[in-house]
Nanobody, 122 residues
Framework: QVQLVESGGGLVQAGGSLRLSCAAS????????LGWFRQAPGKAREFVAA????????YYEDSVKGRFTISRDNAKNTLYLQMNSLKPDDAAVYYC???????????????WGQGTQVTVSS
């Protein structure tokens, strides 16, 4: 089992920045690929970014490329999502997830956090 706890969400003005963190405990953190997903009210959960177990490769949803950066610190068992130039459309509950491979498919992740709310005011 891997337990994931997100933090860092909040209210920010459009154009602002936030850094989300996801702290992991349980099984060896570095064995897992990690991802960030988000879900806005009335919408399906969508892929945001993913990173391989080593951190050597990252993947992004098109609308966040150039604005968001996913990273991980395996020594600290922590995943990050740096979000810059935030837009109202980025508002959602953000979830971190762990699984065997870095993929855009939510179904391929075995473990999920409880989510952290990001609100962007225009």
């Amino acid at each position: 089992q891997v337990q994931l706890v997100e933090s860092g969400g909040g209210l920010v003005q459009a154009g602002g920045s936030l850094r989300l963190s996801c702290a992991a405990s349980g099984r060896t953190f570095s064995n897992y690929a990690l991802g960030w997903f988000r879900q806005a009210p009335g919408k399906a959960r969508e892929f945001v970014a993913a990173i391989t177990w080593s951190g050597s490769r990252t993947y992004y949803e098109d609308s966040v490329k150039g604005r968001f950066t996913i990273s991980r610190d395996n020594a600290k068992n922590t995943l990050y999502l740096q979000m810059n130039s935030l837009k109202p459309d980025d508002a959602a509950v953000y979830y971190c997830a762990a699984g065997p491979i870095a993929t855009t498919s939510a179904g391929r992740y075995n473990y999920w956090g409880q989510g952290t709310q990001v609100t962007v005011s225009s």
